[in-house]
């Protein structure tokens, strides 16, 4: 992983702090991410921007189910990342689409193995003023989302 530049911007009662990276040939995608939130001690990362490539994606599809592994797909070819979004903690929340050699497209929930291609150039920002945490949420059956206030 490279680390690219650290910025800092305030404005009217928020703070954004930005984290850029550059990931090389071979790299995983989300462990390095996570990484990088450890590292930094990142307390409510999102991503703002990725660019890149993947020659590996494991997604888990829309309606998925923890019961039905049949709609968790293990891609390996050349993509494109044209889209990657999400929040990041101890366990990050992550869409990505990738697109194939002929456009076309297919996107879902991150599980892992994002394996760069050519390079991800990735955008981190952190609200200064939240800290994120996840919580089983008996609606969903799923670890949600829960946003307090940085104390």
């Known amino acids: ?9 305030e404005s009217s009662g928020s703070s954004l702090r930005v984290h850029a990276l550059r990931l090389g040939p071979g790299q995983e995608l989300l462990s390095s991410l996570l990484a990088l939130v450890e590292e930094r001690g ?14 590996k994606a494991t997604l888990r599809l829309a309606n998925a189910t923890t019961e039905n592994t049949n709609e968790v797909v293990h891609l390996q070819e050349r993509f494109e990342i044209v889209s990657l ?25 991150v599980l892992g193995d994002l394996e760069v291609f050519t390079t991800a150039e990735v955008l981190v920002g952190e609200a200064s003023d939240l800290h994120f945490d996840r919580e089983m949420d008996d609606r969903t059956g799923y670890p949600e989302l829960v946003i307090k206030p940085r104390s």
Request: aromatic residues 2%; glycine residues 10%.
């Open 1 to 9: 992983m490279v680390v690219l530049s650290h910025l800092h911007m």
């Open 42 to 55: 990142l307390r409510a990362p999102f991503i703002i921007t990725c660019v890149g490539s993947v020659t």
């Open 85 to 109: 979004v999400g929040t990041l903690n101890k366990e990050a929340h992550l869409h990505v689409c990738l697109a194939d050699k002929d456009g076309r497209t297919v996107g879902g929930h």
